[in-house]
C-alpha cells in the first residue's frame, strides 16, 4: 500500500487528478451547502476552471477562489455579531474565523482516526504537500467534509444561539474559544458525528463519522487500481 501511495504522489499526472477530484468533493459540497440556504453563487464557474490546471499550485489556487467566494456568503447565513470580514488565522481575529479553525482542527483529527483504520499512510498525500510530522492525507479528506460537518455545525450552532459571544476569550488581535465555548462545540461536533443516514449504495444506515471511513476504503481502492475514484457529495 505504501509502494502504490509513493508512486502515484511521484507520478505527476496521477497525483493531479486525484488533487482535482478532492477540490471537486469539496467544492460541489459547498455548493450544496449554499443551496440549503438558497445563495446564489458562481462557484461551479470557479470549479471548471480547474480542467486547465496542470499543477499543483494551480490547483490550490483554484481551491483558494472557491474558499474566498464561499467565505463572503457567510456574511448572509449568519448575524450581524459574526460577520466574518475575511479569512483569518494563526491567530483567528473574530468568532466566526475562531469557530471555523477549531471545528477544522476537530474534523482533521477524526479524519486521521479514520485513516488508521485502514491500510493508507497518512503522510503521504496527493494535494497537500507532505512534510515532516504533518498527517498531510487527513488534510486532502477532510476538504471533502468541513464544508458538511464544520462549517453546516457552525450555522446551526449560531443561528440557534447555542454559541454566543460568552463563549469566547477576544483581545485587540485575536479571538479564542474558551473552555465553555470549546466544550459546546465538541458535545455537538460529536453528536454530529454519531447522526445516521440510509446510504444509498450501502442500502443500510451509517453514521456520518462512518462516512469518512468509506471515503478512505475508497482511495484504497483507487491507489490499488481496483476502482476509480469518485469523491463523496452529500444527497440529503
Known sequence: ?????AEIYLDSEKR???????????????????????????????????????????????????RAEYYEKFDEILPEEFKMEGRSRQPPKNMINSLI?????????????????????????????????????????????KPIFVDRL??????KNMISEEDFDQDLNCCLLNDKG???????????????????????????RRLIRLESYKLVKHILGNKKYNPFVIWW
Do not use: W
Not at 500500500?1 to 501511495?5: A, C, E, L, P, T
Open 154 to 159: 457552525i450555522f446551526y450552532l449560531v443561528n
Open 16 to 66: 493531479i487528478e486525484l488533487a482535482k477530484l478532492f477540490i471537486e468533493g469539496s467544492a460541489k459540497n459547498i455548493m450544496k451547502v449554499l443551496a440549503y440556504y438558497k445563495i446564489e453563487n458562481s462557484i461551479n464557474e470557479t470549479l471548471y476552471s480547474l480542467n486547465s490546471c496542470k499543477l499543483i499550485t494551480e490547483i490550490m489556487n483554484v481551491e483558494g477562489r472557491i
Open 101 to 145: 479553525s477549531f471545528g477544522n482542527s476537530l474534523m482533521y483529527s477524526t479524519t486521521l482516526t479514520e485513516i488508521y483504520n485502514t491500510q493508507l499512510n497518512p503522510t503521504i498525500s496527493f494535494l497537500h504537500e507532505p512534510s515532516e510530522r504533518r498527517f498531510s492525507l487527513s488534510l486532502d479528506l477532510s476538504e471533502i467534509f
Open 1 to 5: 500500500m505504501v509502494v502504490k501511495q
Open 182 to 208: 470549546r466544550v459546546k462545540f465538541v458535545q455537538e461536533y460529536n453528536k454530529r458525528l454519531e447522526k445516521t443516514i440510509k446510504h444509498r449504495d450501502l442500502n443500510k444506515k451509517v453514521s456520518y
